[in-house]
């Protein structure tokens, strides 16, 4: 079966913190998403990676960052927690452009 | 950015009803996909049709696609109390490289 994993279903943070969002996934998934997920603004996208070491910015790039050493992780970075940053952020993947994509459970950050 | 919009955006039907939802879209696809969300869990892919397809199958659940309208809908049959979910329609610029979400359709299936 198919399985992406985030490391943490919820956080707790201060603002100012440096926060890392983990995700791994176990089916050697050329893409990588990084959403994030709020009460009336459906899923936005905020990165996204089509290979090693590549990034993409999506629409709300600002205030976050990205890595992927590794084909399987891709970790999501926040440099200086804020609050407005207090949402669900979700994982998923892709084998491929334009093909279903797989989401992880989901992260709850709380920037307090 | 391009971004399909849903509608309703909450339904509430009793079990054994029909569930109909709309998502419109605003620019040409390659790709159209419906996924399902329980509450605070992550979401599970039901359908993907193609720009070149009319409809398609699963099990309960049917999907159009009109490319003139830039719309598509989605079936649920006979619905069923574990149906209840947000159900989100995701679409593709035509590089297929990003797939876009709207908000959701809350659906509620009481028994």
Not at chain 1, 71 to 98: V, W
Not at chain 2, 75 to 99: K, V
Request: hydrophobic residues 30%; neutral net charge; aromatic residues 10%.
């Amino acid at each position: 079966d198919v399985k992406v994993t985030q490391s943490s279903r919820y956080l707790v943070k201060r603002t100012g913190e440096k926060v890392f969002l983990e995700c791994v996934q176990d089916m050697d998934h050329e893409n990588m998403f990084w959403y994030r997920q709020d009460p009336g603004l459906g899923l936005r996208l905020i990165y996204f990676s089509y290979d090693v070491k590549m990034k993409e910015k999506g629409d709300i790039p600002e205030g976050y960052s990205v890595s992927r050493e590794k084909k399987e992780r891709f970790s999501l970075i926040l440099e200086s927690a804020s609050t407005n940053q207090t949402s669900m952020y979700l994982c998923a993947s892709s084998p491929f452009s334009g093909n279903t994509i797989y989401f992880g459970e989901g992260s709850w950050l709380t920037v307090v | 950015s391009q971004q399909g919009e849903e509608d309703p955006q909450a339904l509430s039907i009793q079990e054994g009803e029909n569930a109909t939802m709309n998502c419109s879209y605003k620019t040409s696809i390659n790709n159209l996909q419906w996924y399902r969300q329980n509450s605070g869990r992550g979401l599970v892919h039901l359908i993907l049709i193609r720009s070149n397809e009319r409809e398609k199958h699963s099990g309960r659940l049917r999907v159009t696609l009109d490319t003139s309208k830039k719309s598509s809908s989605l079936l649920i049959t006979a619905s069923r109390a574990a149906d209840t979910a947000s159900y989100f329609c995701a679409t593709d610029e035509n590089t297929g490289n990003q797939f876009y979400f709207g908000t959701g359709t809350s659906l509620t299936v009481i028994p």
